[in-house]
């Protein structure tokens, strides 16, 4: 038993939008389920386990793998349920490749949720932080994310034009992706002068709030190629949470980026990440993160991450795109929108990303990021590890 | 299955309300005390899972306050589980088998004292069907018990009795939080909290930390006083109370199925020497005596009445005292599993179970147990 | 159809360490952090273990009442204070303080009413309310000294 090759083997997501009212959080959960199966031509009798993962206090729901087995169709069967925050997506995600890998289980079905329009999100993040240390200034993702931004432009003199850059690349791309919640296009324009929420981050530098699932299959070697031709091979992951306060962070860099993808490329054999990659799936809930944070995961020197955006690198015709998916400043619902990463990662691999695909994958890379400035990240490759 | 072992377990004492101590604080303590009861030291821990609920320690993301406690501050690769302890347990296991770590630190953490318990188990229910109406983890388990009475003729002294053995047995455990004989009648004259359900039936609300700390392969064969994880299995059944007969813990039967057939066990009772089960009401160990294979189904009662499951019976159950003498949620099944691990080791103290070969520990999810989880550990 | 708005009581514990804390910042308006023995390095606000380390730690360490802005932003968007229940009043500072003497940065309000003057780097010293009570609200705000 143990130590079996596995892969992603099929994937669904729900057609994300700020608000469905037209389904409970089960029905949207079993939505992502139902297409995830019938991409892999599987039936709920195929599949062996079931992870879930969202946070219980954006919908108010305590013991959701319980309450959600009729959508997640974990009824009788091994079901758990995995959260991190931001990163609940990833961390579900990769429990797949553990369960899966470990020889327990040949096929486990894997699934992000979140259903954003049913509290406030904001006054949600902020319980996510200490109550008494963290609480009384801190203000949901984009206070924490503004000032990590002031501290990183402060360091290299990036400026909100730079970092806007990376909002019209996303919100582009999402153009192509039918299941992007915001599909309309924007210019610099349009970010520069939208309203400032928390200096320096403005309305279209952040990613919306969404209701959305996505869902994922892994499978072993045993039957990975029967279920999909293309199957997209676990290479490598890891996983850094070095921060458990806020004031503890060095806001300079994303360190835990930087130590996740040195660790992950180092199991991979990855050496020149921007030449070696083909594609990136990455968790930038904001704008100035497509800056700071691929320098973090070595694409770049320090400082250089402008540049590269500038240039177009990370365009859908550059080097090494970023985000075909149009990433999560289009679409955020927070357990699931790492996992949508994955899962989009995959999709490049196999070669399913119709007007979205870059063309000839053979290596892709998809990030997490969530909790106190932590990240994960996952290498997924065509070719059997 | 017999390159899994675990090599180290750890638990703080189990109160009212630790209030000198944050989730940090508790975690920390357990951690360290897994650490030194394997000669390890956090050098040695691949990677760690931590086990909490966002609603019982109010806050989203509840993994984040005990991160550094347990080596995730030192740059651990770490995973969360919310849950029971017993599922997190596994998920460090597959882990290990999955031949990317060496050893997994899986550690879990609840403070009772700082919530509203009935508010905390009121959310779990469905908010547009089951939470208007007040259902909570205290009516909803009467609803239970009354349902198991009635199916199957099991009395309220049965149930007592349950209750009777585990605080007994929890006089002679030093974690334990209740420490209090009580008799037959104190059980049945004791408060009406939800009719069948008396004060003394029900597990108290309590604050406790607790660290497993589980190897593989030669990392499991060189460790100081490795116990062999021989099976392990979990299931969980419908979730709305209306869909399931409550009488019946299928989750469970198939759960310890997968479990047994992994041990290659096949008569529980004649060849598991100490189980330790998720009590958190009386009634339910004698429910879990049946899904477990104990006895034939209906038969919880009869199998306590002939004293099968006390200290000196055939098959101890909960010599720690059980959830009914300290009931931190979400570390509970946790507490089984190490409890479980010390018996085979012969480590218990004053309330080891003499000659354990093999032990059972059991950890529950869900209302009314609707999802189990079963271990069974080994020389 | 909605199905309903809910809230949940707690009663968090802060724990010895930070009771420490509050309780000097309350009778003596003392800053104290405390230090890792293995990394040297001084944590504020104080707990009982260094994550890098894995250390405990135990030594108190007077740190001063004025420090440095490491970073800041300014909040101008309305949005739900969840400890309240209603809107949090806005626009305010919200500032990552390295008080002089610890390694970490400290949470508070930045006073903003010469936003020019809030700036990485800047000089910031701490107001305290008068009557204190053992709470984070002891200290009034963070001003600007130069």
Redesign the interface.
């Known amino acids: 038993m143990g130590k079996k090759r596995t892969a992603i083997v099929a994937t669904g997501q729900t057609h994300h939008r700020s608000s469905r009212l037209d389904v409970n959080g089960i029905e949207l959960i079993n939505e992502a389920v139902v297409r995830c199966l019938e991409d892999g031509d599987l039936t709920i009798e195929d599949i062996d386990a079931v992870v879930i993962g969202n946070m219980d206090h954006f919908e108010g729901i305590n013991y959701v793998d319980t309450w959600s087995i009729d959508g997640s169709g974990g009824f009788m069967k091994p079901t758990f349920k995995l959260t991190t925050g931001g990163t609940t997506g990833s961390t579900v995600g990769q429990s797949g490749f553990y369960l899966t890998a470990s020889g327990m289980f040949d096929k486990v079905l894997c699934i992000g949720w979140e259903k954003n329009s049913e509290s406030d999100t904001t006054a949600a993040i902020t319980t996510a932080f200490d109550p008494i240390w963290d609480r009384l200034v801190f203000a949901g993702a984009i206070g924490g994310l503004a000032v990590e931004a002031t501290k990183y432009m402060s360091e290299y003199g990036a400026t909100e034009e730079d970092a806007a850059h990376v909002a019209v690349r996303d919100r582009t791309h999402a153009l192509n992706n039918p299941y992007a919640q915001l599909r309309k296009p924007i210019t610099l324009e349009d970010v520069m002068s939208s309203p400032m929420l928390s200096d320096p981050i403005k309305l279209l530098d952040v990613c919306p709030r969404t209701d959305g699932a996505c869902a994922v299959v892994w499978a072993n070697e045993d039957y990975a190629e029967k279920i999909c031709s293309r199957p997209a091979w676990y290479h490598a992951g890891s996983v850094k949470h070095p921060f458990n306060l806020l004031g503890d962070t060095d806001l300079t860099t994303l360190v835990s980026m930087e130590l996740a993808s040195k660790e992950a490329y180092k199991k991979a054999g990855i050496k020149e990440p921007l030449k070696e990659i083909d594609v990136m799936e990455l968790y930038l809930p904001y704008s100035c993160a497509g800056l700071s944070w691929i320098e973090a995961i070595g694409l770049c020197e320090r400082g250089g991450a402008p540049r590269l955006v500038r240039d177009g690198v990370t365009n859908m015709d550059g080097e090494l795109p970023i985000n075909p998916s149009g990433g999560v400043i289009a679409t955020n619902c927070i357990g699931a929108t790492a996992l949508l990463r994955m899962a989009e990662a995959a999709i490049q691999v196999m070669g399913k990303g119709g007007d979205r695909q870059v063309p000839d994958v053979e290596t892709a890379v998809a990030t997490g990021f969530g909790g106190c400035f932590w990240s994960d990240i996952s290498v997924l490759r065509s070719k059997k590890p | 299955m017999d390159n899994i072992a675990i090599v180290g377990v750890g638990q703080t004492t189990i109160e009212r309300n630790k209030l000198g101590d944050t989730f940090a604080d508790m975690v920390f303590e357990a951690t360290q005390k897994a650490l030194e009861d394997a000669g390890m030291t956090m050098d040695d821990i691949d990677n760690v899972i931590t086990t909490s609920n966002d609603f019982w320690d109010g806050r989203t993301i509840s993994t984040m306050a005990v991160g550094d406690a347990c080596g995730a501050g030192m740059g651990k690769n770490m995973s969360a589980l919310e849950g029971d302890g017993t599922f997190s347990c596994f998920y460090g296991m597959t882990r290990i088998l999955s031949g990317v770590y060496g050893t997994s630190l899986v550690v879990a953490h609840v403070k009772g004292s700082e919530s509203e318990n009935l508010l905390i188990t009121n959310a779990i229910f469905d908010p547009l069907y089951m939470r208007p109406i007040g259902l909570d983890s205290l009516n909803s388990a009467a609803l239970q018990m009354r349902r198991y009475m009635t199916k199957y003729g099991v009395t309220e002294e049965q149930c007592a009795k349950v209750s009777v053995k585990n605080h007994k047995n929890a006089l002679k455990n030093p974690y334990a939080q209740i420490k209090k004989e009580v008799s037959l009648e104190d059980v049945l004259e004791s408060r009406l909290i939800a009719d069948p359900l008396k004060l003394y039936d029900c597990s108290p609300i309590s604050d406790a930390a607790c660290a497993v700390i589980i190897a593989g392969d030669d990392r499991a064969k060189k460790a100081k006083k490795p116990v062999w994880v021989k099976g392990v299995g979990y299931c969980a059944d419908s979730y709305f109370l209306g869909d399931r007969d409550l009488a019946d813990a299928l989750a469970l039967d198939m759960a310890a199925s997968k479990a047994y057939e992994m041990a290659e066990i096949t008569d529980p009772l004649e060849e598991i020497d100490v189980a330790e089960v998720y009590d958190a009401f009386s009634y339910m160990e004698l429910m879990w005596y049946e899904g477990l294979g104990f006895c034939p189904v209906g038969n919880g009662g009869k199998l306590i009445d002939k004293g099968v499951t006390e200290m000196d019976g055939k098959l101890p159950v909960n010599p720690s005292g059980g959830l009914l003498s300290g009931h931190p949620v979400i570390v509970g099944g946790m507490i089984r599993l190490a409890e479980a691990v010390l018996q085979v080791r012969g480590d218990a103290g004053d309330h080891q179970v003499k000659n354990v070969n093999t032990a059972l520990a059991h950890g529950i999810n869900g209302p009314c147990g609707q999802s189990h989880c079963v271990w069974i550990v080994g020389r | ?1 909605h ?2 708005e ?1 809230e ?11 009771s420490k804390f509050l309780s000097e910042i309350r009778d003596n308006k003392q800053f104290y952090g405390i230090k890792c023995p293995k990394c040297g390095k001084v ?3 104080p ?8 250390t ?1 730690m135990t030594e108190w360490v007077k740190v001063a009442d004025e420090g440095k802005l ?8 309305a ?5 309240t229940g209603k809107q ?1 009043p806005v626009p ?1 500072g ?3 303080i390295t008080l002089d003497g610890a390694d ?6 930045v006073e903003i009413t010469d936003e020019s003057k809030v ?3 800047a000089r910031v010293k701490a107001i305290f309310e008068d009557k204190r009570y053992g709470k ?2 002891d200290i009034k705000h963070f001003v600007i000294i130069d």
């Open positions: 159809m199905s309903g809910g949940q009581p707690f009663h968090y514990a802060i724990g010895r360490y930070g944590y504020v606000p707990r009982e273990v260094c994550g890098p380390c894995f405990k490491y970073s800041y932003t300014i909040l101008r968007f949005f739900l204070d969840p400890e949090k305010y919200y500032a990552f970490t940065a400290f949470q508070h309000f700036k990485v780097g984070i609200t």
